[in-house]
């Protein structure tokens, strides 16, 4: 797959469908890579260029030291889109990629058409919890990796679709237990700083907020605070977990491709 030459590194990513179509861009989760998306790619790459990217510190993209902002992870995004001579693209983005997409969709107005807010808030969890995980993560390396392989599968799929999908959900968990420690807590701290509670009402693109009604990191509950701060924002829920995009696979995609071409 290509790379984008940042200052501090190389930022992975991977373009599907026709180069003249509308450009849709897809941003991983917390402790996934691009993989992540590859049940929606088939079908999306029917009518859009699809780019999606490893966020710094996920999959095969540079793992930089410190802690990381989403200021940060935005810019990576911003670079991204002007090496490939893109002025203006959809965005998607679910949990980490959600705060990523709200960035953008506040910060560089002009660049974004549409935004998908899946599984995410305006503020995701508590600094004591981040702080304890960045802590864990740091003291225990790899292992510790590993050892939150179980409370992620919990997080990310109901007990139903981990049990009847038991490939799907260990490819996709797979992905935490390969990802660096650094670069996993280094994230961990840009969503722990990420608040965008105060700022919502300045996002001008239209807006679709994708929620699981079993969602116990980002509820719809939370997905409704963002759709009452902005403007004209729709929102749909699926019976899943953090993942939906991967739990309800097809349904998913379909709203996706309705919202997207509007």
Sequence with gaps: MPSLQLADGELNYRIDGPDAAPVLVLSNSLGTNLGMWDTQIPALAKSFRVVRYDTRGHGAS?????????????????????????????????????????????????????????????????????????????????????????????RWFTPEFAAAEPQEADRVVSMLVATSPAGYAANCAAVRDGDFREQLGAIQAKTLIVCGTEDAVTTPADGRFMQERIRGAEQVDFHAAHLSNVEVGERFTQALLDFLKR
Excluded at 133 to 147: K, L, P
């Design 62 to 154: 540079l793992v930089t030291e410190g802690s990381y902002s989403i200021a940060q992870l935005g810019s990576d995004v911003l670079a991204l889109l002007d090496a490939l001579k893109i002025d203006k693209a959809a965005f998607c983005g679910l949990s980490m990629g959600g705060l990523i997409g709200q960035w953008l969709g506040i910060n560089a107005p002009e660049r974004i058409t549409h935004l998908v807010l899946c599984n995410t808030a305006a503020k995701i969890g508590n600094a004591e919890g981040w702080n304890t995980r960045i802590d864990t993560v740091n003291a225990g390396g790899q292992q510790a990796m590993r050892d939150l392989r179980d409370a992620t599968i919990a």
